[in-house]
């Protein structure tokens, strides 16, 4: 996404994937399901990985000459929405982890 804003990579948005298409995505509707779970947290990094996507695609998507102001506010919102997706889920392998001793 940095080299989108500073002019040295172009990304098309087809090659940004869906959600569910994700590997986190594809990990969730399979076993990551039942290890997450559907509480709090689980709401929370859905909305973390919708908006995740949902600027990647806009930022792919500015190869039509967005200022790159916004482009490098979209960047630092990106790595807030990753950080708090990774958060989540290094939350849930402690709970994990106490949970079978580990």
Known sequence: AR????????VDRAEVPDESESL???WLATE?????GHGPERAELDTARNEFHRILRQIAGANDGTPSDELSTDV???ISHSERIISILS???????SEQGI
């Open 3 to 10: 080299g989108v804003v500073d002019g040295t990579t172009t």
């Open 24 to 26: 986190l995505g594809r």
């Open 32 to 36: 990551g399901d039942a290890v997450v």
């Open 76 to 78: 630092t919102t990106l």
């Open 91 to 97: 939350h849930t392998r402690e709970l994990l982890g």
